[in-house]
């Protein structure tokens, strides 16, 4: 049997924000009726990730946990943040600008997103994990996390989750 359900998720402007879906992937398992098999959480947009992570209990005053500030700072000396158009990154290009009939300059935000296309690239669009006897196998302290790394714009995201078995 193969259940198909989405999270929806809404982000605010301008930072990077981690949802940490687990329990709301555990519901959907119990909803599903499913007791042996694989549950699949893919994103659906280009600049957002799914990982596993442990859940920290220490955040910055901003409610950032330790973890995914390292992987911001990490990832930020990788891929450094695009301050002004073409500053670091040839994407977009004007063909990719011009897709939708839009002048290459109508939208900066969409010109200072390529890093987080690049993250989203390293850090992956999903993640399968086990289903035993309808208990997520993620260990005590695994957390599964989307993240969104665009910062251009507030934003509605969505992730699928497939859930196979019996």
């Given at each position: 049997?193969i259940?198909?359900?989405?999270?929806?998720?809404?982000?605010?402007?301008?930072?990077?924000?981690?949802?940490?879906?687990?329990?709301?992937?555990?519901?959907?398992?119990?909803?599903?009726?499913?007791?042996?098999?694989?549950?699949t959480?893919?994103?659906?947009?280009?600049?957002?990730?799914?990982?596993?992570?442990?859940?920290?209990?220490?955040?910055?005053?901003?409610?950032?946990?330790?973890?995914?500030?390292?992987?911001?700072?990490?990832?930020?000396?990788?891929?450094?943040?695009?301050v002004?158009?073409?500053?670091?990154?040839?994407?977009?290009?004007?063909?990719?600008?011009?897709?939708e009939?839009?002048?290459?300059?109508?939208f900066?935000?969409?010109?200072?997103?390529?890093?987080?296309h690049?993250?989203?690239?390293?850090?992956?669009?999903?993640?399968?994990?086990?289903?035993?006897?309808?208990?997520?196998?993620?260990?005590?302290?695994?957390?599964i996390?989307?993240?969104?790394?665009?910062?251009?714009?507030?934003?509605?995201?969505?992730?699928?989750?497939?859930?196979?078995?019996?």
């Open positions: 049997m259940k198909i359900n989405y999270i929806e998720l809404e982000t605010r402007y301008p930072k990077i924000y981690f949802f940490n879906i687990t329990d709301e992937i555990k519901a959907r398992i119990a909803e599903s009726g499913i007791s042996n098999g694989t549950v959480v893919q994103s659906l947009h280009t600049t957002c990730a799914i990982f596993f992570e442990e859940y920290v209990h220490d955040e910055d005053p901003n409610g950032t946990d330790y973890l995914q500030l390292d992987l911001n700072r990490c990832l930020r000396k990788i891929f450094p943040d695009e002004a158009f073409n500053d670091n990154y040839y994407y977009p290009g004007p063909k990719h600008m011009n897709r009939g839009r002048p290459h300059f109508d900066q935000g969409i010109s200072l997103n390529g890093p987080a690049l993250k989203s690239t390293m850090i992956g669009a999903s993640q399968t994990f086990v289903i035993d006897q309808g208990v997520l196998q993620s260990g005590p302290f695994g957390s996390w989307f993240v969104d790394f665009d910062t251009t714009r507030p934003r509605k995201r969505k992730c699928v989750l497939c859930i196979n078995g019996e």
